[in-house]
């Protein structure tokens, strides 16, 4: 299935952007695991869409509600799925994209797959609605994984050409606490007013921007992950992809180690209290697929939205021409700060699933 991850832990996301709710199933949880839900709702709000002239109008409560799995607080080992019920969708404003396939946008091939048929309102199953619900399963799992010491946390790297400053060495549980409780989820406020200067600088020219998420795991241990095709950063980036308009995933230095001579990029080991550690970071904290006990650090790029208010050039599929197309609605000028918790919530869910793989199911 494809809106489904996850070998021990398997998390499928299901609904519709303008149909009755949105929803995940999370099966495989251990049983017996208190989930806070007032810390959960304040993951969840987050991303929330709402809140600010940076993104769009869509009121949403984004409360999830618990159909199975959750008995008095803790999980009972039953399957958990929670909906998250749609109650403001503006369904008029995408009926010409039936038509009309916006560039940058799942329309077009949506329609090719699907004969037409698919419920495009609002994105459909393509939309970053869908985020909601994986939020509900990434927020649960961070609560687990902090149990273990093991801790995610994210902030917006850049957004068009303003970048943040990059994560230090060593993150704490309280750095990634007091980004997650900013309004805008950055280290440097003064690199976060330029960017929000530079989102609604687009959204008056009736435009877009995209951004840069950095992510980082501390805590984990050494010698999670397998090599070639089932390691960390495969898990990972496979997951990373799915989230809507997710266009690269690179760990560590990324594609910036390509420039470097090897005695550049090699992070040199030494020896540390609590055992093997290494002077720099550039690998991400992984080493031939396998973590390599350092904090896990990756990047995810985030396209601009494709829904635009400038003319664009695109066809009519019915009358088989070329036309144009300016999107009317409410659309987010930039949505990478709001898929900053989004990036946390899908390397929390695929970290959780690892280290229940290797202790087979269970902590």
Same mark, same amino acid.
Request: net charge negative; aromatic share 6%.
């Given at each position: 299935?494809?809106?489904?991850?996850?070998?021990?832990?398997?998390?499928?996301?299901?609904?519709?952007?303008?149909?009755?709710?949105?929803?995940?199933?999370?099966?495989?949880?251990?049983?017996?695991?208190?989930?806070?839900?007032?810390?959960?709702?304040?993951?969840?709000?987050?991303?929330?869409?709402?809140?600010?002239?940076?993104?769009?109008?869509?009121?949403?409560?984004?409360?999830?509600?618990?159909?199975?799995? %959750?008995?008095?607080?803790?999980?009972?080992?039953?399957?958990?799925?929670?909906?998250?019920?749609?109650?403001?969708?503006?369904?008029?404003?995408?009926?010409?994209?039936?038509?009309?396939?916006?560039?940058?946008?799942?329309?077009?091939?949506?329609?090719?797959?699907?004969?037409?048929?698919?419920?495009?309102?609002?994105?459909?199953?393509?939309?970053?609605?869908?985020?909601?619900?994986?939020?509900?399963?990434?927020?649960?799992?961070?609560?687990?994984?902090?149990?273990?010491?093991?801790?995610?946390?994210?902030?917006?790297?850049?957004?068009?050409?303003?970048?943040?400053?990059?994560?230090?060495?060593?993150?704490?549980?309280?750095?990634?606490?007091?980004?997650?409780?900013?309004?805008?989820?950055?280290?440097?406020?003064?690199?976060?007013?330029?960017?929000?200067?530079?989102?609604?600088?687009?959204?008056?020219? %009736?435009?877009?921007?995209?951004?840069?998420?950095?992510?980082?795991?501390?805590?984990?241990?050494?010698?999670?992950?397998?090599?070639?095709?089932?390691?960390?950063?495969?898990?990972?980036?496979?997951?990373?992809?799915?989230?809507?308009?997710?266009?690269?995933?690179?760990?560590?230095?990324?594609?910036?180690?390509?420039?470097?001579?090897?005695?550049?990029?090699?992070?040199?080991?030494?020896?540390?209290?609590?055992?093997?550690?290494?002077?720099?970071?550039?690998?991400? #904290?992984? %080493?031939?697929?396998?973590?390599?006990?350092?904090?896990?650090?990756?990047?995810?790029?985030?396209?601009?939205?494709?829904?635009? #208010?400038?003319?664009?050039?695109?066809?009519?599929?019915?009358?088989?021409?070329?036309?144009?197309?300016?999107?009317?609605?409410?659309?987010?000028?930039?949505?990478?700060?709001?898929?900053?918790?989004?990036?946390?919530?899908?390397?929390?869910?695929?970290?959780?699933?690892?280290? %229940?793989?290797?202790?087979?199911?269970?902590?």
């Amino acid at each position: 299935m494809s809106s489904e991850f996850g070998r021990i832990l398997r998390i499928s996301v299901f609904g519709q952007s303008h149909g009755r709710a949105v929803g995940v199933n999370i099966d495989g949880l251990p049983a017996g695991e208190e989930i806070n839900l007032e810390e959960l709702q304040r993951f969840l709000d987050r991303r929330r869409p709402g809140k600010s002239p940076l993104s769009t109008a869509r009121k949403e409560t984004d409360v999830p509600e618990f159909l199975s799995g %959750l008995e008095s607080g803790r999980t009972c080992g039953a399957p958990l799925c929670a909906v998250i019920w749609n109650s403001d969708q503006h369904s008029s404003d995408y009926a010409e994209l039936r038509d009309r396939p916006r560039p940058g946008h799942a329309d077009y091939t949506a329609a090719v797959k699907w004969g037409g048929r698919a419920d495009m309102r609002g994105g459909g199953h393509f939309s970053g609605r869908l985020t909601a619900p994986l939020c509900v399963a990434g927020g649960i799992a961070k609560q687990f994984l902090s149990r273990r010491g093991i801790y995610v946390g994210a902030h917006l790297d850049s957004v068009a050409a303003v970048s943040d400053d990059p994560f230090p060495l060593y993150p704490t549980p309280e750095l990634f606490e007091a980004v997650a409780a900013k309004p805008f989820p950055v280290l440097d406020d003064g690199a976060g007013d330029r960017m929000q200067e530079a989102i609604l600088a687009a959204k008056r020219d %009736l435009d877009s921007v995209g951004g840069v998420i950095e992510c980082a795991a501390i805590g984990l241990p050494a010698g999670l992950g397998d090599p070639m095709f089932d390691g960390v950063e495969n898990r990972l980036a496979a997951a990373l992809f799915g989230i809507p308009a997710v266009k690269g995933v690179e760990f560590g230095a990324g594609f910036r180690a390509a420039r470097l001579r090897g005695s550049e990029n090699n992070d040199p080991f030494v020896m540390a209290e609590d055992g093997v550690r290494a002077e720099t970071n550039r690998a991400g #904290g992984i %080493l031939g697929g396998i973590t390599t006990g350092m904090p896990l650090v990756l990047r995810a790029a985030v396209k601009p939205t494709p829904s635009i #208010g400038r003319p664009q050039k695109t066809v009519s599929l019915s009358r088989g021409e070329d036309t144009e197309l300016a999107i009317h609605g409410r659309h987010d000028p930039c949505i990478a700060h709001r898929a900053v918790p989004v990036v946390e919530a899908v390397t929390a869910a695929v970290l959780l699933d690892m280290l %229940l793989e290797g202790n087979h199911g269970t902590f």
